[in-house]
């Protein structure tokens, strides 16, 4: 076998019964039927992919704000226990806690020095902004407008549901 000069293929050689040869070109390829049953089955699997990344795209925002909650209110924390150890300076009325995020971002003065709590606000990703619902220690438990006093609590301005069929507002 050899490809000729015409890019056909390989080219056989065959002789018939008196001796003479015959060359004869055989194509190489996929027919119509076969590529159409190709992309039906891999239209197919791509439909059966679809909702578990929907399903992997929804988990790790989840993850995502579950770990931007958890950092804010540990910064929450960290603000309240200084100022329960008298090393920063509050409101009488602010019961230690912070009056904004902001403040967790810009940091206070403790001994001379700079001490920031937060690096910067998170952004919410179901929300894609960074606008948080905040909760004083004045406010309802469920209270989803912010008295304006100081930050007891964080939640997400979400409507949507979760996974585990809880709203992210509540978490």
């Known amino acids: ?3 000729n000069a015409a890019g056909q293929g390989p080219e056989r050689c065959s002789t018939r019964p008196d001796g003479t040869a015959v060359r004869s070109h055989t194509q190489d390829g996929l027919t119509l039927v076969e590529l159409i049953i190709t992309i039906a089955i891999i239209s197919i699997l ?3 992919a679809l909702p578990v990344v929907k399903y992997q795209v929804k988990r790790t925002k989840e993850r995502e704000l579950r770990q931007d909650l958890w ?3 540990d910064a929450i924390d960290r603000y309240k226990d200084a100022a329960d150890r008298g090393a920063i300076q509050i409101k009488a009325d602010s019961l230690g806690y912070p009056p904004d995020l902001q403040t967790l971002v810009d940091g206070v003065n403790v001994q001379e020095k ?3 709590f937060l690096r910067a606000i998170p952004v919410d990703p179901m929300t894609n902004s960074a606008d948080w619902g905040l909760r ?7 209270s989803t407008t912010w008295g304006g006093q100081n930050v007891f609590d964080v939640y997400s301005k979400s409507d949507g549901t979760a996974l585990d069929g809880t709203k992210y507002s509540t978490w």
């Open 136 to 142: 004083s220690n004045q406010d309802e438990p469920d």
């Open 1 to 3: 076998m050899r490809a």
């Open 114 to 116: 700079k001490v920031r």
């Open 46 to 48: 791509a439909c059966a």
């Open 71 to 73: 950092e804010m209110r």
